[in-house]
């Protein structure tokens, strides 16, 4: 029922060529450009799909076009679904976002902040408070991942060598013992190790494997059939190629990916900081869950208020309370709130929720004008000149214009 729908909407769209005209010409010449090879876009409006585009194509040989069933992977857009797994048990009471990360990895008790010194014999004390489930959904776990962290910090992390860790617990002891750069709770610092100790932690609370867990209380029951941290054998040929840019500005298959087999784990385990695979049909179950209050089709995935929680401005519990990380945007659990659009330099009003995926991937959620965004593409920048401008507010603010300003039905 869920594909009939789609596909009614897509005729309905298609005959109208209306307002979404210009989102796809603008889409459209992305692609036509050279810049990226494929995309697929969706757009929902007050529960209806207006958008559901398919432009270029999958493969750099350009003799596969893109569907609008190709598979991505979505890097750190698994955040926000890990952050709903990490909810899911605290909505069962199973813990609280305040209680240590410790009640569950005893790793982390104890954790000692750099004081001074050097790396090869630094000066350490307590931290000052517990590294909290809270702190590692909104970023301030405290690691050295880099910024403005000391540098005999950050060059201890590099020694722990997190990279070569054989599972999710390997990696936890390691990080646990390097001391913090700063106290837990005291600073907003973006990085995906605080959402491996969250994966960790996820399933030891749950007592079964982070990708399991996911399947079994999200991706079941939303229906998200072509979502996980691997892709089955026969489904391989729908995922859409990986690509970069070189120093002409060609596009080219990206080395980050060479001799790797598509499909595979992207990590050396099932990493919630962006091991997963999706589609543009999958995450808008997803999202349309979140815009619905944490629930679909007779699935209730999230309490309501949860959801609220979740859409809300986490950074003023911070310790000395902040409002932002960027100049309009605050983050909620899991995703960035914009607070300010004119500062942030979107379209529309206050309460979009979003994050992007670092092979440029996005999606929005904008719960006061019922409107969903996702732009799936397969691009890896390698910092060339030449690289691409990343379009994920030139592609809202282009949705918005196209749909946003649209009369209410």
Same mark, same amino acid.
């Given at each position: 029922?869920?594909?009939?729908?789609? $596909?009614?909407?897509?005729?309905?769209?298609?005959?109208?060529?209306?307002?979404?005209?210009?989102?796809?010409?603008?889409?459209?010449?992305?692609?036509?450009?050279?810049?990226?090879?494929?995309?697929?876009?969706?757009?929902?409006?007050?529960?209806? $799909?207006?958008?559901?585009?398919?432009?270029?194509?999958?493969?750099?040989?350009?003799?596969?076009?893109?569907?609008?069933?190709? $598979?991505?992977?979505?890097?750190?857009?698994?955040?926000?679904?890990?952050?709903?797994?990490?909810?899911?048990?605290? !909505?069962?009471?199973?813990?609280?976002?305040? !209680?240590?990360?410790?009640?569950?990895?005893?790793?982390?008790?104890?954790?000692?902040?750099?004081?001074?010194?050097?790396? !090869?014999?630094?000066?350490?004390?307590?931290?000052?408070?517990?590294?909290?489930?809270?702190?590692?959904?909104?970023?301030?776990?405290?690691?050295?991942?880099? +910024?403005?962290?000391?540098?005999?910090?950050?060059?201890?992390?590099?020694?722990?060598?997190?990279?070569?860790?054989?599972?999710?617990? !390997?990696?936890?002891?390691?990080?646990?013992?390097?001391?913090?750069?700063?106290?837990?709770?005291?600073?907003?610092?973006?990085?995906?190790?605080?959402?491996?100790?969250?994966?960790?932690?996820?399933?030891?609370?749950?007592?079964?494997?982070?990708?399991?867990?996911?399947?079994?209380?999200?991706?079941?029951?939303?229906?998200?059939?072509?979502?996980?941290?691997?892709?089955?054998?026969?489904?391989?040929?729908?995922?859409?190629?990986?690509?970069?840019?070189?120093?002409?500005?060609?596009?080219?298959?990206?080395?980050?990916?060479?001799?790797?087999?598509?499909?595979?784990?992207?990590?050396?385990?099932?990493?919630?900081?962006? +091991?997963?695979?999706?589609?543009?049909?999958?995450?808008?179950?997803?999202?349309?869950?979140?815009?619905?209050?944490?629930?679909?089709?007779?699935?209730?995935?999230?309490?309501?208020?949860?959801?609220?929680?979740?859409?809300?401005?986490?950074?003023?519990?911070?310790?000395?309370?902040?409002?932002?990380?960027?100049?309009?945007?605050?983050?909620?659990?899991?995703?960035? $709130?914009?607070?300010?659009?004119?500062?942030?330099?979107?379209?529309?009003?206050?309460?979009?929720?979003?994050?992007?995926?670092?092979?440029?991937?996005?999606?929005?959620?904008?719960?006061?004008?019922?409107?969903?965004?996702?732009?799936?593409?397969?691009?890896?920048?390698?910092?060339?000149?030449?690289?691409?401008?990343?379009? +994920?507010?030139?592609?809202?603010?282009?949705?918005?214009?196209?749909?946003?300003?649209?009369?209410?039905?």
């Amino acid at each position: 029922m869920y594909r009939l729908c789609l $596909i009614l909407c897509c005729l309905v769209v298609a005959s109208c060529q209306g307002a979404g005209g210009g989102l796809r010409a603008a889409i459209d010449q992305r692609i036509d450009s050279g810049e990226y090879l494929g995309a697929v876009a969706l757009v929902e409006r007050h529960g209806r $799909i207006v958008e559901l585009h398919a432009a270029g194509h999958r493969d750099l040989a350009r003799t596969a076009a893109m569907d609008v069933d190709a $598979i991505f992977r979505i890097y750190s857009m698994t955040k926000t679904v890990a952050t709903v797994g990490a909810l899911v048990l605290a !909505d069962r009471g199973v813990f609280g976002l305040d !209680d240590p990360v410790a009640r569950f990895l005893p790793e982390f008790a104890g954790l000692q902040v750099l004081a001074g010194g050097s790396a !090869d014999a630094p000066t350490l004390r307590a931290a000052r408070r517990p590294l909290t489930i809270r702190h590692l959904l909104i970023h301030a776990a405290g690691f050295a991942v880099g +910024g403005d962290d000391a540098p005999a910090a950050v060059e201890l992390l590099r020694r722990a060598a997190l990279d070569d860790a054989a599972d999710m617990a !390997d990696y936890c002891r390691r990080l646990a013992a390097v001391p913090l750069a700063t106290d837990p709770g005291t600073r907003f610092n973006y990085d995906g190790v605080q959402f491996v100790v969250l994966g960790r932690l996820i399933e030891v609370a749950a007592g079964m494997p982070l990708d399991r867990f996911l399947q079994e209380n999200v991706f079941a029951p939303l229906r998200m059939h072509d979502t996980g941290f691997a892709v089955p054998s026969a489904a391989r040929g729908r995922i859409a190629e990986m690509t970069s840019t070189d120093v002409e500005g060609r596009l080219i298959a990206s080395p980050e990916y060479a001799g790797r087999m598509p499909g595979e784990l992207i990590n050396r385990f099932p990493s919630a900081a962006g +091991g997963l695979y999706s589609t543009a049909r999958d995450f808008h179950r997803f999202s349309r869950m979140l815009l619905n209050g944490g629930s679909l089709d007779g699935a209730r995935i999230l309490e309501r208020a949860t959801v609220a929680e979740m859409m809300s401005n986490q950074l003023p519990r911070l310790d000395p309370p902040a409002t932002e990380f960027r100049p309009g945007a605050g983050f909620g659990l899991g995703g960035e $709130i914009v607070t300010d659009p004119a500062r942030r330099g979107v379209a529309g009003s206050a309460g979009m929720y979003g994050w992007p995926g670092a092979a440029s991937t996005w999606y929005f959620i904008h719960p006061s004008q019922e409107l969903i965004a996702i732009l799936l593409m397969q691009h890896l920048p390698q910092g060339l000149p030449r690289d691409p401008p990343k379009p +994920g507010t030139a592609f809202y603010n282009q949705v918005y214009r196209s749909h946003a300003r649209q009369r209410s039905p």
